[in-house]
């Protein structure tokens, strides 16, 4: 998935000629588009027995983005929202950065928002900030040889891993644009703060702050 590209075609759809009247009290507004996910990790050493300072990092990943929104009013809706699954790999840091990637652990983020949208429902560009909780379902782990190599595992026994799922607060800001009555474009950024911890079959945990940052564009269907 090119994100830069998806971005851009999002961007020139929010500012191209339009209608309003698409986000009025009553409507239900569908979404779908993609999303791009940057962990702001923070963690804690590996517990041992391990090499001291041993940390991991996460990269971003990009992934299929959608969900459902309600205009509770003109102003106040609700947005019910989905994406993944994200695809990230896990790597080494700390004293251990140089030993590459770690494992890979798949996430499924579902987000529940309470939104405000400026202007009226005949403006054609409205502004949003929003607030809400996420539930980041974590699943399908799985280690590398590497992981093995540093925490005792064997090719006969070889290390685990497992990553809880948890629930975190997420902000947000954004904007929509209405293109006709019924089709609007939306481009939204938000960071939730969320931790999770990993453990190994070696018998080692790390607990890791997560707070990933969310770039995410979609186009709207009013009903």
Do not use: C
Not at 25 to 41: C, D, E, K, L, R
Not at 132 to 151: C, D, E, M, Q, W
Not at 156 to 169: D, F, H, I, Q
């Amino acid at each position: 998935m090119n994100t830069q590209l998806l971005i851009g075609a999002a961007v020139a759809a929010l500012f191209a000629g339009g209608s309003a009247s698409a986000q009025s009290a009553g409507s239900f507004v569908i979404h779908g588009g993609a999303a791009q996910v940057t962990p702001q990790v923070d963690s804690s050493d590996l517990s041992a027995p391990s090499l001291a300072g041993s940390r991991i990092d996460v990269k971003k990943a990009s992934a299929f983005a959608g969900g459902v929104t309600y205009f509770w009013t003109d102003n106040l809706s609700f947005e019910l929202a989905v994406a993944g699954p994200f695809k990230h790999d896990v790597i080494g840091a700390g004293t251990i950065e140089g030993v590459g990637k770690l494992g890979i652990v798949k996430a499924a983020p579902t987000t529940l928002l309470a939104q405000y949208r400026f202007g009226g429902a005949s403006s054609s560009l409205r502004p949003f900030v929003g607030a809400g909780v996420t539930y980041n379902h974590l699943f399908k782990p799985r280690a590398t040889t590497a992981l093995s190599a540093i925490t005792g595992g064997t090719a006969g026994n070889p290390t685990t891993l497992r990553m809880k799922s948890r629930v975190g607060t997420t902000i947000e800001v954004g904007a929509a644009y209405n293109i006709t009555r019924d089709w609007s474009a939306s481009l939204a950024v938000s960071k939730t703060f969320i931790k999770t911890t990993g453990s190994l079959s070696t018998g080692q945990t790390i607990e890791t702050t997560l707070d990933p940052v969310a770039i995410k564009f979609g186009i709207g269907y009013r009903f």
